[in-house]
């Protein structure tokens, strides 16, 4: 488990190596997978099947695409550290958000898809 408040209930999932790959959920309808800082990854289901989840992806979530949430703005972002307490996440879009590439903003866990989410 994790020492941070709101993951109490949360149960970690681990690779053979011992590495955190993220967490599962409970709730109501079953079991959330989620990233290690707290972002579902899939819908719910039955524990099993969240685990397998999390074991199919593993780490591999850390360095896909992500968009970060900034007023109506979706920006394109990557994942630079990610933890139980939290990611930070910098902005990679030189396009329409030139003046703003390589800005790190610091996200407290859990981040919901609201605030971030995968491109």
Request: aromatic share 10%; charged share 30%; no cysteine.
């Amino acid at each position: 488990m994790t020492s941070t408040p709101y993951a109490d209930s949360w149960v970690s999932v681990r690779r053979e190596d011992g590495e955190l790959i993220g967490f599962v959920a409970p709730e109501p309808e079953g079991w959330r997978p989620l990233t290690v800082f707290g972002h579902p990854l899939a819908d719910v289901a039955d524990r099993a099947t969240a685990e397998d989840r999390l074991h199919a992806v593993g780490l591999g979530y850390l360095a896909g695409k992500w968009e970060l949430r900034d007023g109506e703005d979706w920006i394109s972002a990557q994942l630079v550290e990610a933890s139980p307490a939290g990611v930070t996440v910098q902005l990679v879009d030189f396009f329409d958000h030139a003046d703003r590439y390589g800005e790190r903003q610091r996200l407290a866990a859990p981040v919901g898809d609201d605030r971030l989410r995968p491109a």
